[in-house]
C-alpha cells in the first residue's frame, strides 16, 4: 500500500471520529421531546392552543412543530415516545405512518411562505441516529435542493420499485433509490419498505436515512443513505433538503 494511500485511510479515520465525537457533544437530545410533551400537548388539553406547535393531533398520534434552523422547514413529531428510525415499534401496525401523515401536511411549508409550493419541490426526510440531534423521532417536512430535484427529475426514468445504487454520488455520499406507487404509499409505510431492504443488506436500521419525494406520474422516490466514515457521512437524508426552498426563487 502506498504511504499517500496510509495517510488518506488515517486521515479519513481521524476526521470520522471527529465527526462521531461531535455528534455525542450535540447539546440537549431531548429538547424536542420536552417541547411536544411539556408544551405542545399540555397546552392543548388545558388551554385549548397547541403553542408552541402549530398542530396537535391527539387521535392520529402527532405534532407539527415549525423548526427553528431555516424558514422553511416543519417537523411533525409523534406524541408518544419514540426514539428515532431504529425504534422497534416502527413498522409493527403499532403506530401511525409518520410519513404519510407528514406528506399529507406537507402545506405547512406554503403556509409559512404565505404563496402555494408546488407538491413537485417538497420532501419528507428522517435521519440516521447518528446523523441527528433529537433521541425523538421527527421527520423533516421541507424542500427539495434545486441540485437534487435536477438529479431526481433526470434519473425518474431509470428508477423502478426495486432498490439500487445510484451511479453518481449526492452531495459527496452514496444512495439508493427506488419507486412507490401512490397507493402503496398509502398502504406501506415507507419505513417499512426500508427496514425490508435494510434487513436484505444485514445492517441496523440505527445507521440508514430516508427520504421520499414526489414523481410527475404521482408515485413517489425513496432515497436512503447510511453512515460510512469513510464518506464522512453520517447518514442525514436532510442534507438533501433546502430549508429556503431556493425552488421557488428559480421559478
Not at 453512515?227 to 447518514?235: C, D, H, R, T, Y
Request: aromatic share 6%.
Amino acid at each position: 500500500m502506498k504511504r499517500g494511500t496510509v495517510f488518506t485511510l488515517v486521515g479519513g479515520g481521524l476526521v470520522g471520529l471527529a465527526l462521531l465525537g461531535a455528534w455525542q457533544w450535540r447539546g440537549n437530545p431531548d429538547a424536542l421531546w420536552q417541547i411536544v410533551s411539556r408544551q405542545c400537548v399540555p397546552n392543548l388539553q388545558q388551554q385549548h392552543t397547541p403553542s408552541p406547535c402549530l398542530a396537535v393531533d391527539l387521535d392520529r398520534g402527532y405534532t407539527l412543530l415549525k423548526d427553528r434552523n431555516g424558514p422553511l422547514q416543519d417537523l411533525l413529531i409523534p406524541v408518544d415516545k419514540i426514539t428515532g428510525i431504529e425504534d422497534a415499534a416502527l413498522g409493527r401496525d403499532l403506530l401511525p405512518h409518520y410519513f404519510t401523515q407528514a406528506w399529507r401536511h406537507r402545506s405547512v411549508l406554503s403556509d409559512g411562505l404565505k404563496k402555494p409550493i408546488p407538491d413537485a419541490f417538497i420532501s419528507v426526510a428522517i435521519n440516521s441516529r447518528y446523523g441527528r440531534t433529537q433521541n425523538q423521532l421527527h421527520l423533516h417536512i421541507a424542500c427539495l435542493r434545486a441540485d437534487i430535484f435536477a438529479v431526481l427529475t433526470q434519473l425518474s426514468s431509470t428508477l423502478n420499485e426495486q432498490w439500487r445504487v445510484l451511479p453518481a454520488r449526492l452531495i459527496g455520499h452514496t444512495y439508493s433509490a427506488r419507486t412507490l406507487t401512490a397507493a402503496d404509499a398509502d398502504a406501506l409505510d415507507p419505513l417499512v419498505v426500508l427496514r425490508a431492504y435494510v434487513d436484505a443488506q444485514g445492517a441496523s436500521m440505527s445507521q440508514y436515512s430516508l427520504l421520499m419525494a414526489p414523481r410527475a406520474d404521482g408515485s413517489f422516490v425513496l432515497l436512503t443513505t447510511h453512515l460510512a466514515l469513510s464518506e464522512l457521512n453520517l447518514g442525514s437524508a436532510e442534507e438533501l433538503q433546502d430549508r429556503h426552498c431556493d425552488l421557488m426563487t428559480a421559478r
